[in-house]
Structures are given as C-alpha cells and as structure tokens.
C-alpha cells in the first residue's frame, strides 16, 4: 500500500511535470519550476524511503524531471535519513496519518492538476476540463496499474455517494435559480420521470432484443431483468457531467435549467427502478407478481414524494435556525452545512431519493437563509460550497478515469457496449422529441429543434451510472463485468466525444447563448407589475392559472412563512427594494472596476444602464470571477452582487455613489443628504459643528502651510527617496495654468496621510487615497467637462500608478464643483492579483507617454495634477512608497514600476508622529486614526462598507473636511 | 359542447369579434360564460363594482389599475365585445397564423402587450411616466415596506436608467427599450393565461 501510494504520488508529479511541458508551452520558465517542485518535493523527500520495494522505478521517475531541483533534495534528504542507523531520530509514521495524508493527497493532485489544465486559456476553452480529468485518470490508473498489477484505488460508491455527491448537489440545489426552477418545473418533472423511464425500458428492451437476436456474446449471462436493471441505471442523465460540461457552453438559462434539473430530479426514478430491479432479480423473473409491480410505483411515490418532503423540513430547520444566530454569526455556514447534508443524510437513511431531498432542501431554504446570515457568512457559504463541489468533482473525473483502467472489474463485449450506446442515444433523441412535442402543447415558449438537438445531445451519463453499476452484486447479476465495462465506455464516450463536441455543436447550431446580462431596475419593476397583471387577468378570466397559484403561494410565504423563518429585521425588507440595491452595488462594483479602464478608455459606463450603453457583458472583474469559478456555479452573480439586509447604510451610500455617477450634478447634494439621513439628527449637527471647525482651523492653517510643507518635504528628503521627490515635483508643472489660478495650494505631504497603524481600524490594511482641496479660489473654473477630466486621466502622470489615483482622476464629480474626490483604494481589493499585473503593465505603458520632466518645484512637490478642477488638489497619496502613486514619470526614480498601495510604509508610520495636528482632519476622514471628532462621527457610521470604491463629492464646498471622507460604504 | 353554435348564436358580432381577436369559438364561449358570472344583474355589461367583487383581485395591489384598463375613458361599463378585446391582449403570439400582409398588427402583438403594461402605469394618459406616477405604482406594489424616500431613490433611479431624452420621464419607445426580452419571454411568454383556457374547454 505504501510503495503504491509513493509510486502513485511520484507518477503524478511526473505526469504533473510533463503536463505542463505539454500545455504550458506559452508559460514562462519560473512557472514550471515553481510548480514541479510544489508537487514533487512531498513526494520524493517522504516516500522514497519507503519505497524501498521499487526503488527503481521512484529514483527513474524522479530522474525524469529535469526541473524539479527539489527531488535532488529530496533523494538526497531520504539516503542521509537512512544512514541513521538503529536509533530513529525521527519517526516513520505512515500508518498513523495514512488515511487522512492520502485523502489530503489526493485532495492536492485534484487542485494542482485543475491548476495546469487551466495555464494554456486556448486549451481548456476547447477542451472541457472533465475531459482533462478523466484523461489524467487514465494516465494515473495506467502507471498505478503498471507498477502494482493491481488497482488499489477505486471510485467507491460509498465515497461517492456519502461524501462526493451531496457536495455537488448540496451546491447545485443550494444555488438553483428558485424561480426558473420552477417555471420550467413542468418540463423538468416529465422529462425527469418519463423520459428517464422510457429510456430505461426502452434501453432494457432492446438489450434483450439484441441479445436474443445473438448479437450479444453468449458469455453475457443476463436476462430481461439483468438488461432492464442495466437499462435503468445507464439511463439516467447523470448531473455532475451535465454540470461539468453545460457549466463550460453557456447555453440559454431555460435549456439548461431543463436539462440539469432533470439530471437532478431523474434520482428518484433511478434510486427506484434500480432497487425495484436488484429484487426482482433476487427473488428471480419467475416469482415476480403483479403486485409487485404496483408496489414499484408506490415505492417510486414514496422515494421521490418523501424525499422531497426531508428536504423541505430541513430546509424550514435550517431557516429557522439562522434566525437566531446573530450573536454566533461565525458558526452560520456550519448551519448551512450541516443541515443540508443532513437533509441528504436522513433521506438516505430512509432509502429516499437523497438527491432530491437536498436539492429541495437547498432551493427550499435559500431564500430564508441567505436573507438571515451575515454578509461574510454568505460568501463563506457560497465559496465553501463551490470549492467543495468543484473539488469533489475533480476527484470524481479522475477516480473515473482510474478505475477504469482496472481490467480485473470488467469483461469487454462489444455487441454489448456499441449497442448500448446506439441506445442511448436513439432513445435519448426520440424521447426528447416526443415529450417535447407533448410539452410544446402546453408551453409558450415552445422548445425548438435546436434545443431538442441540445437536450438529446447533453443527456450525459456519469459517475452516478458507474457507482451503481458498481455496486451490483456479481452473485446476482452475473453479467455485471460486462455491465461495468460498458458503463464505463458509456460515461467517457458521453463525457468525453459529447463534452468535447458540444461546444462546436452550439456554435455551429447557434443555440441561444446565456446573457450574462444582470436585469435592471425596470426589469425588476416591470416584471413584478407584470406578475400582478397576468395574476389579475387571470383573475378576471376565472382561471386558476400559473400566475394565480405563484400568487397564492406568495400570499402564503408572506403571510406565514416569512414571518416564521425570516428575522424581524429582514422580514420588513421588500423585494423590489432588494433588487434594487442588488443593483446598486453591482453598478457600484463594475464601476471601480473601470476605474482602471477610465485611464485608458475614458468611457464610463453602467453595466445595468441598458440604454445608455451598449452592455458591457461582464465588467472584468466579474468576467475573471465567471471565467475562474470553477465548473459547478450555478448563480455566479452572487458573487460580484453584495444583497444587503444589514448593511443598509452602505448601500445607501453605493447608490449615492453609483448614482451619483450619471446623474446630473444637482441631484448629488439632494441624494447625498437623503442617504445620510439615517444617520440622524444628532450626528448631523455633530457633523455640522466639526465641519466648522475644522474649516475654520483650515482657514488658519492655510497661511502657515507652505512652510510647513517645505519642512515636511526635507525632512523626508534627507530621509532618503530624494528620486521621488524629482518625480513629484514634476507633476504640478503640468498644472501649472491651475496653479496659477489657485494661489492657495494645499500640499498634502504624504506623511500625513499615514495613519497610526496601530489604531483600530479595520480597513487600514488598505490604503486610501483622497484629494483634499483647499478651498478653491476660483470656482468658475470648477465645471470642468467630464471629457476634459477624462483628458487629464489619460496623462501619464495625472494615471497615477494605482487604481486609486485614476479614480481620483474620475471626473464625475468635478463638474461638482470644486469638491475634490475622494477615492479609496479598496478597489484595488476587488481586484485580483493577477489583474494587477496587467493593472502595472497599463499603467507603465501609459507612463512611456509622460510628458518631459518639469522643473521641480520643490515648495509643492506634491502638487498633484487633479488640482485641475481650480482648486490646487493634492493627492495625498499613500505615501510614495506605498502607492509610488505620485511616482508617475519619475525621471530618476525608475519607478516605472507602480505598486499597488497595499501595504503600509514604515516610513509612513515613522513621520505619523511628526503629522501637524492641523492636517489631522484632512486626513481623518480618509484614514483610520482620525481625530476624536471624526473618529467618533465614523464610528457613528458604522458600519462601513467596504466596497468603497467610488468616488464621492463632498456635498458642499471644498472647505469642508468632512465632506471629504472617503467613500464608506 | 352541443350547445357551441347556439351560445355562439348569442352573442353578437362573435365572427368579428373572433376575427379581430384570435379567439377560438371556444375561448369566446369559456369567456363569455365568465362574463355573464361577472355580470351578476344581468343587465349585459360590467360595472367596476363588479370586478371589485373579485376576491383576489381586491388583494391585487395594481388591481384597480388593471380593472380601469378595461373601462375607456368616460365610460362606466364594459360590454363583452370589449372586454374579450383587453384580454386578448394577453393572448400568446402564436406564429403559425398566417399573416395577412395588409390586417392591422394583431391585439397581441408584443408592442400591444407592452402598450397596455404602459397605461397602467400611465395614468394621465399623456404618453409619459411621469415620476409621479411611477411612484405611485411603486407605493402600490411595495406597500409599507420600505419609506417614501427609498420609494423616491428606487423611482428616480428607474427614471434615469430608462430616460433617454432625459425629460425626467419615460415615454414609450424608452418603456419598451427597457423591457427587454427577459419580460417578453418571463411575462407574456410563460404565462399560459389563454392556454389553460384552451385546455379548460
């Protein structure tokens, strides 16, 4: 066991090694080297002593890695381990942790294996990734095979059922589409029923025929109840392939909620047949009654009835559970977790389809659940959960492909297995035909040929068939190696000439493609007074349609459900009003997504503003979420959409802020104090007192600034970055006209805008960036064309290196007036690591373009460029070190290199102490260690969202410093 | 059924009334039979007192709304010939009838659908949402929930996405850009009004 499971490790690193050879041709060196050795390195360093069997084979597959410098090591580390002679030094363990160290094993192989397949974009967009998987299987089981004789690992059923399966359901029932679920809930039910029955008589039936008419070898030991029982399980559409690979084509929401609802909804009619099937071949076809027959049907009411009925008490468990857990928030996902397994769980113990008692489970309590638990428990649940699944069907894919390899589980005939899969296929299409013929009677939207084609096509079967095929008892089904190979043969030729075809197949068919449009306000508007329409018309006309019985059942959620499951404080909360910051937030969250594209498209759009733009499909960030969620997300949208019950204020301040952005500029002020209203009376003559103070201390500050900031700025001089200070310096030449206007410049030195690190502040990990304005002397110049702002962004230098400074180049606001923006650097949280390099890139390319050096002026180093508005606007960046925002064009600095401004600077920290008390409020309102006042306005506030992002005014003047706080969401 | 013709024979106009509206003689029996249960007096036509009488649609919070669709302006009654007309609006568009280049676009017809969604929200009956009335129909279908000033944001928000030509209103070519295909297809598609009635009869 031990050699096998050394060998198998080293195989895979091996082949982990080689598959990057093959697929990462385009990658860069370092990539390689980094990752052979990632998987190899365990490997080689802990079990090659064991391996003391086949020494031979682990020392030549190690040699076969001319990258991976750790197996030198490891080898080297386990001779030098051996020398120890009889006192141990230190202690072989294996058969304590062999268990979980393989599981956790296995764990690694499946997620490095999904990182390779998806280093070379072109490959996997044509190759689906179960594909890959089931191939990687093969090649493991092949080496596993070749090195043992024999094949340890194996697809368990049990494994597969307990532990594999309910991840994959329990995130797809989870995040089902409730309301598309159950519009086409008709189709999904007679396709999952009838369909799935048709095709396991027919497929029985016919076997048989074939069988009968010698086409099958004799050594197939089956009769007409064997065919039948393998009809049954091979019939069925299975949903972690369909999820697998539908999740990849993008097909139209209706097709594919039909197709995988009834992947799903099939398991009872397959959980019945199949045991209805094992004991009629127990008992034997002879003592088979008629009864026995109709017990089938009551068992097949009871299993899917039942099952159901577990999953939606789970699922009212569940809801009710999470309402009371305001005070243990950070054990809410467990609920989550546990209930629905459990809800899988109890349905098996009692032999009820389990599937279909977690999906309801799911679908039953999403709703409740979501509206209860915390925001970060929702992410936790929904990322949790995808994680989960995507893990458990990588390890699915790859165990198929081991176990297939196994020639001691199965016996080839090929009568047998090139007729099944005609079967299948046949009855597959002419089944899809006529239930859809049947159901086009009823449907308004009928189904066309195409998705008829598409349904036939993606009625894949998988793991779900080969777990059961499985399971047979050989003493009973004597045929069942025949059985097994063919289901074998069955899965991968679905899973893998159909998952590879499909996606040419809807090119080329042109099958209605997803939108990945997220609906507006008015959609959302007009399709709740569309409901009531339709409800009413069918009211009038006397009919108890569709329309009337979801009205009754909303009545009935109100009235008594919700109140029930859902907290006090969430129960008042209205759909519409939900949607509507649903929306809010996405806006919100695709515009600091173009904040980086405000740098070099100067085009500002709203995703959710259909007739203003042309939808920009996914913004970036949410196109890199969708493109790397990984196989089983079924709701993608939760993830860049932030629904809020208890963050209100925060979206308040999203909309303001999202709204703010398109809106003519009068209706800033009126939004901006109708979304701190809730901040009340009090804390707004608060505010209102700071503000005057703080004005007023500004007023006096003013004169003694300059010289201030001339100390400032040699201090930090002799301090060292005398290269940035050049760079600086540059900027305002580009201002100069502004200047000249603007006598009154505020320079923020940078050090004032550290924060004490060690003040209590949640977001202070991440910079914020703010352009704090003194008051601007002339405000004619403030109503600046948004063009004429974009204009300025597109400079190099006034595209600061991080995120933050473009968004403060983000014009919205200056046709405010002269209220500079402010701009947090929380956006450059949204965006991923990976972005950030492009993010640099950009940016460094812009700078090639930067203006020549300006004579320094050293009074005003800082003296940003976004003082264009009239008002000498500083940009009080993160620091220099840590943005190297205002590094922009930096002559000697060679800061071509922008950072992002994430960390903080100790230098930022050490000159913290020397921040003149004056500046503090400036700074305070953007960085954490505020001054009492602030602070306690912020506390106030909270709490504070944390997509800020955007960029705000300040509602009135630019003497306010108040009104300069960053945007707190 | 035996009595198909002879109910039919009562109502007057029934072959216009089917040529204009695509109903089957069936669906204009089935509705005239709801007509007449509607009609409590008997005296022919429909008052708002009786639609009120409906108890579900007392509960619907536009239901006044959709009830005074039926009545044209000044009018206190509705006949049958109307009242078969407004509901086949809500008729599927079937794309098997063959098309008669020069028949006048058919009641159902997605920008008919859309037109009569349009006046219920439009109530002075000037061509435009005004914010006003948008906001009241979002005070009706919201109800308590949320405050006059959310109701404000979600109204102002919904008028600028959709307005245009940015007269802080929404006319109905801006209506029916911002009702995309998801409600062609959600509302007027999936509900099977008129084809349950089919299989009803």
């Given at each position: 066991m031990r050699g096998l499971s050394l060998l198998l490790f080293i195989t895979v690193a091996s082949d982990a090694t080689t598959d990057l050879y093959v697929t990462g041709a385009s990658l860069p060196p370092e990539l390689e080297v980094s990752a052979a050795p990632a998987v190899t390195s365990p490997v080689a360093s802990r079990y090659i002593p064991e391996e003391y069997g086949h020494p031979g084979i682990a020392l030549a597959r190690s040699a076969e890695e001319p990258a991976a410098p750790s197996t030198e090591d490891g080898e080297s580390?386990?001779?030098?381990?051996?020398?120890?002679?009889?006192?141990?030094?230190?202690?072989?363990?294996?058969?304590?942790?062999?268990?979980?160290?393989?599981?956790?094993?296995?764990?690694?192989?499946?997620?490095?294996?999904?990182?390779?397949?998806?280093?070379?974009?072109?490959?996997?967009?044509?190759?689906?990734?179960?594909?890959?998987?089931?191939?990687?299987?093969?090649?493991?089981?092949?080496?596993?095979?070749?090195?043992?004789?024999?094949?340890?690992?194996?697809?368990?059923?049990?494994?597969?059922?307990?532990?594999?399966?309910?991840?994959?359901?329990?995130?797809?029932?989870?995040?089902?589409?409730?309301?598309?679920?159950?519009?086409?809930?008709?189709?999904?039910?007679?396709?999952?029923?009838?369909?799935?029955?048709?095709?396991?008589?027919?497929?029985?039936?016919?076997?048989?025929?074939?069988?009968?008419?010698?086409?099958?070898?004799?050594?197939?030991?089956?009769?007409?109840?064997?065919?039948?029982?393998?009809?049954?399980?091979?019939?069925?559409?299975?949903?972690?392939?369909?999820?697998?690979?539908?999740?990849?084509?993008?097909?139209?929401?209706?097709?594919?909620?039909?197709?995988?609802?009834?992947?799903?909804?099939?398991?009872?009619?397959?959980?019945?047949?199949?045991?209805?099937?094992?004991?009629?071949?127990?008992?034997?076809?002879?003592?088979?009654?008629?009864?026995?027959?109709?017990?089938?049907?009551?068992s097949f009411l009871i299993v899917s009835i039942g099952g159901t009925l577990v999953g939606l008490i789970f699922a009212v468990i569940l809801a009710f559970v999470t309402r009371f857990t305001k005070k243990v928030r950070i054990i809410e996902p467990l609920f989550v977790f546990l209930l629905v397994y459990l809800a899988y769980l109890t349905a098996e113990l009692f032999s009820l389809s389990a599937i279909l008692?977690?999906?309801?489970?799911?679908?039953?309590?999403?709703?409740?659940?979501?509206?209860?638990?915390?925001?970060?428990?929702?992410?936790?649940?929904?990322?949790?959960?995808?994680?989960?699944?995507?893990?458990?069907?990588?390890?699915?894919?790859?165990?198929?492909?081991?176990?297939?390899?196994?020639?001691?589980?199965?016996?080839?005939?090929?009568?047998?297995?090139?007729?099944?899969?005609?079967?299948?296929?046949?009855?597959?299409?002419?089944?899809?035909?006529?239930?859809?013929?049947?159901?086009?009677?009823?449907?308004?939207?009928?189904?066309?040929?195409?998705?008829?084609?598409?349904?036939?096509y993606g009625g894949l079967r998988g793991a779900v068939a080969f777990a059961l095929v499985v399971l047979l008892d050989k003493e009973q089904v004597k045929a069942k190696d025949y059985f097994v190979a063919t289901t074998i043969v069955v899965v991968f030729f679905t899973v893998m000439f159909q998952g590879l075809t499909i996606k040419p197949l809807v090119k080329w068919l042109k099958v209605p493609r997803s939108t990945n449009r997220k609906p507006t306000i008015n959609e959302e508007i007009h399709e709740h007074a569309f409901d009531h329409i339709l409800t009413a018309v069918e009211d009038?006309?006397?009919?108890?349609?569709?329309?009337?019985?979801?009205?009754?059942?909303?009545?009935?959620?109100?009235?008594?459900?919700?109140?029930?499951?859902?907290?006090?404080?969430?129960?008042?909360?209205?759909?519409?009003?939900?949607?509507?910051?649903?929306?809010?937030?996405?806006?919100?969250?695709?515009?600091?997504?173009?904040?980086?594209?405000?740098?070099?498209?100067?085009?500002?759009?709203?995703?959710?503003?259909?007739?203003?733009?042309?939808?920009?499909?996914?913004?970036?960030?949410?196109?890199?979420?969708?493109?790397n969620g990984s196989g089983v997300?079924?709701?993608?949208?939760?993830?860049?959409?932030?629904?809020?019950?208890?963050?209100?204020?925060?979206?308040?301040?999203?909309?303001?802020?999202?709204?703010?952005?398109?809106?003519?500029?009068?209706?800033?002020?009126?939004?901006?104090?109708?979304?701190?209203?809730?901040?009340?009376?009090?804390?707004?003559?608060?505010?209102?007192?700071?503000?005057?103070n703080m004005h007023n201390r500004l007023e006096s500050f003013k004169s003694t600034r300059y010289k201030r900031h001339k100390k400032d700025r040699s201090q930090k001089k002799r301090k060292g970055s005398d290269a940035k200070e050049q760079d600086t310096s540059d900027k305002p030449r580009r201002n100069v006209s502004w200047q000249d206007k603007d006598p009154v410049v505020v320079p923020m030195a940078p050090e004032e805008d550290?924060?004490?690190?060690?003040?209590?502040?949640?977001y202070d990990d991440v910079g914020i960036t703010f352009v704090a304005r003194k008051a601007p002397e002339t405000p004619k110049e403030r109503p600046k064309s948004v063009s004429a702002a974009l204009d300025v962004c597109q400079s190099p230098v006034a595209a600061p290196p991080s995120p933050t400074c473009g968004e403060k180049n983000l014009p919205w606001k200056s046709g405010m007036g002269s209220l500079p923006p402010c701009v947090s650097v929380e956006a450059t949280k949204i965006i991923p690591i990976d972005l950030q390099q492009a993010w640099n890139q950009s940016i460094s390319s812009l700078e090639s373009l930067a203006s020549p050096p300006a004579p320094p002026e050293p009074q005003h180093p800082r003296v940003s460029t976004l003082s264009r508005l009239g008002g000498p606007v500083r940009t009080p960046t993160k620091g220099k070190s840590g943005g190297g925002v205002c590094a922009a064009s930096g002559s000697d600095t060679g800061s071509g290199q922008f950072r992002f401004p994430t960390g903080k600077e100790e230098e930022e920290e050490g000159t913290l102490s020397q921040q003149p008390q004056e500046m503090q409020p400036l700074m305070s309102s953007l960085r954490p260690p505020p001054p009492p006042a602030t602070q306690s306005a912020r506390k106030r506030r909270n709490p504070c969202v944390y997509l800020r992002s955007l960029v705000t005014v300040p509602p009135s003047g630019g003497g306010d410093p108040q009104s300069r706080r960053p945007t707190q969401l | 059924m035996g009595s198909t013709s002879s109910t039919l024979l009562k109502i007057p106009n029934v072959e216009v009334l089917m040529q204009e509206t695509g109903f089957s003689p069936a669906h204009i029996i089935r509705l005239h039979d709801r007509f007449k249960a509607l009609d409590k007096k008997g005296r022919g036509h429909l008052c708002p007192q009786d639609f009120g009488a409906i108890k579900e649609l007392a509960m619907n919070p536009i239901g006044d709304r959709i009830i005074g669709a039926f009545f044209s302006p000044g009018k206190e009654t509705v006949d049958f010939h109307t009242f078969v007309k407004i509901l086949a609006h809500f008729r599927p568009v079937d794309k098997n009838r063959p098309k008669e280049p020069n028949s006048p676009e058919p009641i159902n017809s997605r920008s008919n659908k859309l037109r009569f969604a349009f006046q219920l929200y439009d109530q002075d009956k000037d061509g435009k949402i005004s914010r006003d009335e948008l906001l009241k129909v979002l005070r009706a279908m919201l109800g308590m929930q949320v405050t006059e000033e959310q109701l404000e944001s979600i109204a102002d928000r919904t008028i600028q996405e959709a307005d245009l030509d940015r007269d802080d209103a929404i006319s109905f070519e801006e209506f029916r850009k911002v009702s995309p295909e998801i409600l062609h297809s959600r509302c007027f598609i999936k509900a099977p009004v008129i084809m349950l009635m089919e299989r009803d009869c």
């Open positions: 580390s386990s001779h030098h381990h051996h020398g120890g002679g009889g006192y141990k030094i230190v202690q072989w363990e294996w058969s304590y942790v062999q268990t979980p160290y393989i599981i956790a094993s296995w764990l690694l192989v499946a997620s490095v294996a999904k990182i390779l397949f998806h280093f070379s974009q072109r490959f996997t967009t044509a190759v689906p990734e179960s594909c890959m998987l089931i191939l990687l299987g093969l090649v493991l089981g092949a080496v596993v095979l070749i090195a043992s004789k024999k094949q340890p690992y194996q697809l368990d059923p049990g494994l597969f059922f307990l532990f594999l399966l309910p991840t994959i359901v329990g995130d797809a029932g989870y995040f089902m589409p409730a309301r598309l679920f159950f519009d086409n809930l008709g189709a999904i039910l007679m396709y999952a029923v009838v369909g799935t029955l048709w095709n396991a008589f027919c497929t029985g039936f016919c076997l048989y025929g074939v069988k009968m008419a010698g086409a099958i070898d004799e050594k197939v030991n089956a009769g007409l109840m064997d065919f039948l029982l393998f009809g049954a399980l091979i019939s069925a559409v299975d949903p972690v392939a369909v999820l697998a690979v539908f999740e990849e084509v993008h097909v139209n929401e209706t097709l594919f909620i039909i197709v995988f609802g009834e992947s799903l909804l099939n398991d009872a009619v397959t959980v019945v047949l199949y045991e209805v099937y094992i004991s009629f071949v127990e008992v034997g076809p002879g003592n088979v009654y008629t009864a026995d027959y109709f017990k089938g049907i009551a008692s977690m999906t309801f489970c799911g679908i039953g309590c999403n709703k409740y659940v979501e509206a209860n638990i915390s925001q970060k428990s929702r992410t936790t649940v929904k990322y949790t959960m995808k994680t989960l699944a995507s893990i458990a069907e990588t390890i699915i894919f790859i165990f198929l492909g081991i176990s297939a390899v196994d020639k001691s589980k199965w016996a080839w005939d090929t009568g047998l297995v090139v007729s099944t899969l005609i079967f299948i296929l046949v009855f597959r299409a002419v089944g899809v035909a006529g239930q859809t013929w049947f159901l086009n009677w009823f449907r308004l939207v009928p189904l066309e040929k195409i998705d008829q084609v598409m349904m036939s009038i006309a006397g009919l108890n349609g569709y329309h009337h019985w979801r009205d009754k059942w909303e009545q009935f959620d109100k009235n008594y459900l919700s109140k029930l499951l859902l907290r006090k404080s969430v129960y008042h909360k209205s759909e519409l009003w939900e949607a509507y910051q649903k929306i809010n937030i996405r806006d919100a969250i695709s515009v600091i997504d173009q904040g980086g594209n405000v740098l070099t498209s100067a085009r500002l759009s709203l995703p959710s503003m259909a007739s203003r733009t042309s939808f920009p499909e996914v913004t970036n960030v949410t196109n890199y979420l969708r493109e997300c079924l709701d993608l949208q939760v993830i860049d959409t932030v629904p809020g019950a208890k963050i209100e204020e925060e979206l308040e301040t999203h909309h303001v802020l999202a709204g703010n952005l398109y809106k003519p500029r009068r209706r800033y002020q009126s939004h901006y104090s109708r979304h701190f209203m809730t901040v009340g009376e009090k804390e707004r003559q608060d505010r209102e007192v700071f503000q005057r550290k924060h004490d690190p060690s003040e209590p502040d949640k | -």
